[in-house]
Nanobody, 131 residues
Framework: EVQLQASGGGLVQAGGSLRLSCAASGFNLDDHAIGWFRQGSGKEREGVSCISSSDGSKYYADSVKGRFIISSDNAKNTVYLQMNNLKPEDTGVYYC????????????????????????WGQGTQVTVSS
């Protein structure tokens, strides 16, 4: 059974940092992509950052470039999202998701990730940035 467990969310002041973790089980990072999506109140779920561990390709949405860093530890089957210089508009529930070939292709070609490219979803972790 595939499970993705997101953790690390919390309340932080603007300018602060958080590190999110996505622990995968029943799921090999070498063969899949992991994406971080977020959903603010009343907003659509949007792709924030993704990684293909097999070749190291990474994608960042324009809104987080230069502030967020995605990385993976394949030995621990865990992907991290280091979020720095957080802004109130970063507030939302952050989900990690696992995808196959279509998700990897989007990362390699630097296309904005689509939810339909990801087959497995974690439960989400709340990030709140106060001004």
């Amino acid at each position: 059974e595939v499970q993705l467990q997101a953790s690390g969310g919390g309340l932080v002041q603007a300018g602060g940092s958080l590190r999110l973790s996505c622990a995968a089980s029943g799921f090999n990072l070498d063969d899949h992509a992991i994406g971080w999506f977020r959903q603010g109140s009343g907003k659509e779920r949007e792709g924030v950052s993704c990684i293909s561990s097999s070749d190291g390709s990474k994608y960042y949405a324009d809104s987080v470039k230069g502030r967020f860093i995605i990385s993976s530890d394949n030995a621990k089957n865990t992907v991290y999202l280091q979020m720095n210089n957080l802004k109130p508009e970063d507030t939302g529930v952050y989900y990690c998701a696992g995808g196959g070939y279509a998700a990897i292709a989007s990362i390699v070609h630097q296309r904005s990730p689509l939810k339909v490219e990801y087959d497995y979803w974690g439960q989400g972790t709340q990030v709140t940035v106060s001004s």
